[in-house]
Structure formats: structure tokens, C-alpha cells
């Protein structure tokens, strides 16, 4: 095919979330002409969405930028103008008030007891060494011993993921997470006048757009890209990869190549694929019931955000907006709170945020007669979930998409818990693939 036929095709992507933008905007770099995106929903952006209302600017799930690479830094630079330079401050809500995260490394801020028992897991331990686990549980006593695992990773994770950590892989994590040295874990356990936290989380420095909030990032990919590349409301219904041909109810789009966002079980099952074995009922994913408090007053500390580890609280998360975006909402403190919960989960939205604002209250860091305004939102698929035969299932069901020529990427694309940069590049990578091809 002549370098000019292939500019020409017929590109479709499905899903107008950051990858699929991503993707879109790729492929106009690389000069193809007729490329357009369809999106279910009737706003574009996915998982980035920002509430615009009265003039505040609140994010209906927190989303803070960084990124080892310098590629994808300077892309989002370029597209939502200029940023915030924040080093993360965080904690972990623990008995009523507040340690510093990350846990491990802040175990002199511990009850003397609670330390002892820690320093007798972290002794019992095996060498770090080629370390080989068979699960997260695993992966947690052996890097951090049987009481940290049991007092912190299980407790929070469980909540998050809704999966124990048995039936759980842990390899993402571990690129996530720094095995700690002995001299760390003196200095966690002492305390050390010099601490180097910052360096053992991904996002220790972190951006945020100064104007609109994270969807910035997706109007600037549609300015670039051109709002007329992008289809609302259009519910994807099957896909027919013979006949390249994509259903939406009675709407029909034909094309010459293209590119799912959507989640991987659904692209699967859309395409009509019958021999997907157990694959497709392994791949679970949990939903984020998320809720934003517009406050007179907060009493919290000057955490960014803040880990709520265990059951007795619905929140597995809280996040002062307004510490990361000073505009979100007219000087006013804003409060983030994000609960998980299964697909099929669907609580009486108003019992459930009074039972939220209840255990806010409990807690002190809120007055009902302080709350201004409140929303509320809920996302799914939010976290996919790595369960134990995850990489196999994932590349089966990859491959048996392109051999029917359809390229899955994203989030929920890959099944993959991935940031926004890897999201990005996602989408790029996925655009020279159509090239490619
Ligand atoms: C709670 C939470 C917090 C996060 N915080 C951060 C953070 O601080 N920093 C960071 O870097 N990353 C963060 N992320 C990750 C970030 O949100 C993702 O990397 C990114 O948004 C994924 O984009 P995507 O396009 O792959 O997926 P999505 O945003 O899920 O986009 C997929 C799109 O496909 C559409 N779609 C689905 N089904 C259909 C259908 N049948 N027909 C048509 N369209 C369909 C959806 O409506 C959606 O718009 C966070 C994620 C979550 C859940």
C-alpha cells in the first residue's frame, strides 16, 4: 500500500478517555486524515473528568500528574499550559489521627508496642535478595514482615482492591514500591533527622494544571485533535471484525482499521468472541464511589491526601483538593472522598454519603453545618484488578483482539493499573501500530 493510501483509511477508535485522545492526536501527527473517535458517554475524557460549576473547578476523581518520562512531561505540559509544583505531603489516617506515608518508612510515629512487634517481623524476614513471591500476601511478609503486612498492606489494599491479597499478583506493585535496606528500616523504626521519603514513591513530585482542572488535559488533546473527530454518545454494541464494521444500536461505522479503549472483557465480548474459556469471568474490576465536599472549614492536616487503611471505615481515601489545586473551588476547602466497591454494588447514594459525612464527622474533620455544596460520582472499571493468572488471561485475550486486527490499549484496555502517563503513551504506542499495519 503507497505511504498515501494508508494515510487515508478509515481509523476508528473506540473510547474517548485519555488513551483513546491519545491515540487520535497520534495519529494526526503521523498524518492520517480520517480518523475518528467514539465515546458512550456525552462528555469525553473517561476517568478525567472535572466538575466546572459556579465557577470552581473540582475533579470528580483526584488525578495528580508525574512522570519518569520526560517525553510524556512535556506533552501534558504542553497541553494544559501552565502547572502547579507540588512535593506530595501524605498520610495515613491510623487510630483517630495521623502518621506520615509512606507507612513503612515512618514506623517510630508507631505506639511502642505496635514498633516492638514490627521490628520482630522485619528480623524474621528472609534476605531481600532475588526475592520470589507467589501472591501480594507473600510478596508483603516477605518484603515488610508478618506485622506491617497485617497492621498496614492488608487492611488497605483489601479495601481498595476488594480481593485478598492471597488471589492477588503482586508484580505491579513491586516496581511501585522500594524493598527497604536495613539502614531504612532503622531509620523508619528510630526516626532519622534527615529522611529521603520523597524518593520511594512514583508521584513524591507531582503537577497539576493551574486553570480547569485535570480534564485540561483532555481539551487540550481535543483542541488538537479537532472536536469534530470525536462521536458522543454513541454506545458501542458489537463489533464486527469481518465485516470491519462497529454497531452502535442502529448506527453503523465501517473502518479500515481500529483501536479499543474499552474495557478488555467487554471488547471481547463485543466482538463475539465464543472461545474465551474462563478467561473473561477472572478479569474483575472494582467501581470508585466518589464523593466532593465544597467546605467552610476542614480539620485535617496539610496531608495532600490521606490512606484509610481497614473496615471500619467506608473511605480508602481522602484528598484536600484545594492543597493541590488552590482554585478547585473559590478559597474553599474541597474534600475528596473515595470508597470501593464491586461492579454490581449500587448503594442508596443518599444513605451511603450521610453514612460517609457521619464517619467524617466522627472523625473531626468536618461539621455538617460547614459543608457548602457536595456531588457526588461513580466510575467503573476504576482499579482492575491483578489477579493470579492475570498476565496469561490478559495476553489472551490481547492477541485473540488482534487477531481479528482490533488493538486493545489503556487502562482498562490492557487491564492494567496505569497512570496517566502510561496511559498516553498507550495511546501512542497503539497509533504506531495502525502504521505498522
Ligand atoms: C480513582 C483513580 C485515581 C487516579 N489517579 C491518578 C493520578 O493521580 N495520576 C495518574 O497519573 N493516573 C491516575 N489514575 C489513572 C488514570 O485515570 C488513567 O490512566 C486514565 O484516565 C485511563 O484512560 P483510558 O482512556 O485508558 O481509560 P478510560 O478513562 O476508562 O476511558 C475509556 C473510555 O471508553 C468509553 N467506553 C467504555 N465502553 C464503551 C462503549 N461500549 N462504547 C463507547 N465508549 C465506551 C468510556 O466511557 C471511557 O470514556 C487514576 C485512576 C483512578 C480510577
Redesign the pocket.
Known amino acids: 500500500m503507497t505511504a498515501k493510501k494508508k494515510l487515508s483509511e478509515k481509523v476508528l477508535i ?9 491515540a487520535a492526536y497520534k495519529l494526526k501527527t503521523l498524518g492520517f486524515k480520517n480518523v475518528l473517535v ?4 456525552k462528555r ?5 473528568k472535572t466538575d466546572r460549576k459556579e465557577g470552581g473547578a473540582i475533579d470528580q ?7 519518569k518520562d520526560k517525553t510524556v512531561k512535556s506533552f501534558f505540559l504542553k497541553m494544559v499550559g501552565k502547572v502547579y509544583r507540588h512535593s506530595h505531603k501524605l498520610g495515613v489516617l491510623w487510630k483517630n489521627g495521623y502518621i506520615d506515608y509512606p507507612f513503612q518508612n515512618n514506623i517510630h510515629q508507631l505506639e511502642i508496642e505496635e514498633r516492638k512487634k514490627i521490628l520482630k517481623g522485619l528480623f524474621e524476614r528472609k534476605p531481600l535478595k532475588n526475592l520470589k513471591a507467589g501472591n501480594f500476601e507473600d510478596f508483603a511478609v516477605k518484603t515488610f514482615g508478618n506485622e506491617l503486612t497485617e497492621l498496614f498492606f492488608r487492611p488497605y489494599n483489601e479495601k481498595l482492591w476488594l480481593t485478598p491479597l492471597k488471589k492477588m499478583d503482586y508484580k505491579w506493585l513491586a516496581s511501585k514500591i522500594k524493598m527497604q535496606e536495613p539502614s531504612e528500616l532503622v531509620e523508619s523504626v528510630l526516626g532519622a533527622e534527615n529522611k529521603k521519603d520523597k524518593a520511594v514513591a512514583p ?1 513524591a513530585e ?1 503537577i497539576y494544571p493551574k486553570k480547569g482542572g485535570i480534564q485540561t488535559l483532555i481539551d487540550g488533546l481535543i483542541a488538537e485533535v479537532g472536536a469534530d473527530k470525536i462521536k458522543l454518545d ?4 458489537r463489533i464486527d471484525s469481518k465485516k470491519k464494521t462497529v454497531f ?1 444500536g442502529k448506527e453503523i461505522f465501517h473502518y479500515d482499521k481500529i483501536i479499543s ?3 478488555l472483557n ?1 471488547a471481547v465480548k ?1 466482538s463475539g468472541m465464543k472461545k474465551n474459556g474462563s478467561a473473561l469471568k477472572r478479569l474483575k474490576a472494582t467501581k ?1 464511589f ?1 464523593v466532593q465536599y465544597v467546605l467552610k472549614k476542614i480539620n485535617l492536616p496539610r496531608y495532600h491526601w490521606i490512606y484509610v487503611p481497614g473496615k471500619k471505615f467506608p473511605f480508602y481515601r481522602l484528598t484536600r483538593e484545594e492543597l493541590i489545586n488552590p482554585k478547585a473551588f473559590k478559597n474553599k476547602k474541597v474534600l475528596l472522598v ?1 470508597c470501593a466497591m464491586g461492579k454490581s454494588d449500587f448503594p442508596n447514594e443518599k444513605t451511603f454519603i450521610k453514612e460517609i459525612t457521619s464517619h467524617l464527622e466522627k472523625l473531626n474533620i468536618l461539621k455538617r453545618k460547614d459543608i457548602e455544596r457536595m456531588w457526588h460520582s461513580d ?1 467503573f ?3 482492575p484488578v491483578p489477579h493470579l493468572k492475570g498476565e496469561k488471561d490478559i495476553s489472551f485475550c490481547l492477541n485473540e483482539l488482534l487477531k481479528r486486527g482490533i488493538i486493545s ?5 490492557e487491564w492494567f ?7 498516553i503513551l ?2 501512542f504506542k497503539a497509533a504506531g501500530e495502525i502504521l505498522k499495519r
Open positions: 473506540l473510547g474517548a478517555g485519555l488513551t483513546g485522545l491519545s467514539l465515546e458512550k458517554e469525553p475524557g473517561g476517568l478525567l476523581l483526584p488525578h495528580v500528574f508525574f512522570s508521584h507531582f454513541i454506545n458501542i454494541t452502535a479503549t474499552l474495557p467487554e463485543l470508585v466518589c473515595e466510575h472499571p476504576a482499579y490499549a489503556g487502562r482498562s484496555g493499573i496505569k497512570n496517566m502517563d502510561h496511559s498507550a495511546g
